[in-house]
């Protein structure tokens, strides 16, 4: 099983970014997956997630409105569209799949059984 998160770089406040997550994973529609970050010196937050279908997602406050996160059950892809960046945004992005139990959805690390390496995104002011 793998998860190959791509699409992190260096941007200007109030740019946008594309993140994308590969992921070789055989029960990949049976799962939700989900975006966290974190940044130098924090723990691991929760962005965003889209639930199996992709009929339900969920973002955090700081994210609402700004990023979308999507997925194409086809390509085993999963994406998370980042617009209107800010300096706070900084951090490594990590691509996770649930526990098929949880395909609903959820904001817990601990209902995630598989994560990418994480790419680093990196707004300017």
């Known amino acids: 099983v793998q998860l190959q998160a791509s699409g992190g770089g260096l941007v200007q406040a109030g740019g946008s970014l594309r993140l994308s997550c590969a992921a070789s994973?055989?029960?990949?529609?049976?799962?939700?997956m989900g975006w966290f970050r974190q940044a130098p010196g924090k723990e691991r937050d929760f962005v965003a997630v889209v639930t199996d279908s992709g009929s339900y997602t969920d973002y955090a406050d700081s994210v609402k409105g700004r990023f979308h996160i999507s997925r194409d059950n086809a390509k085993n892809m999963v994406y998370l569209q980042m617009n209107s960046l800010k300096p706070e945004d900084t951090a490594v992005y990590y691509c996770?799949?649930?526990?098929?139990?949880?395909?609903?959805?959820?904001?817990?690390?601990?209902?995630?059984?598989?994560w990418g390496q994480g790419t680093q995104v990196t707004v300017s002011s």
């Open positions: 994973l055989p029960t990949f529609s049976s799962r939700a």
């Open positions: 996770a799949a649930s526990r098929i139990i949880r395909s609903d959805g959820s904001r817990s690390e601990r209902d995630y059984d598989y």
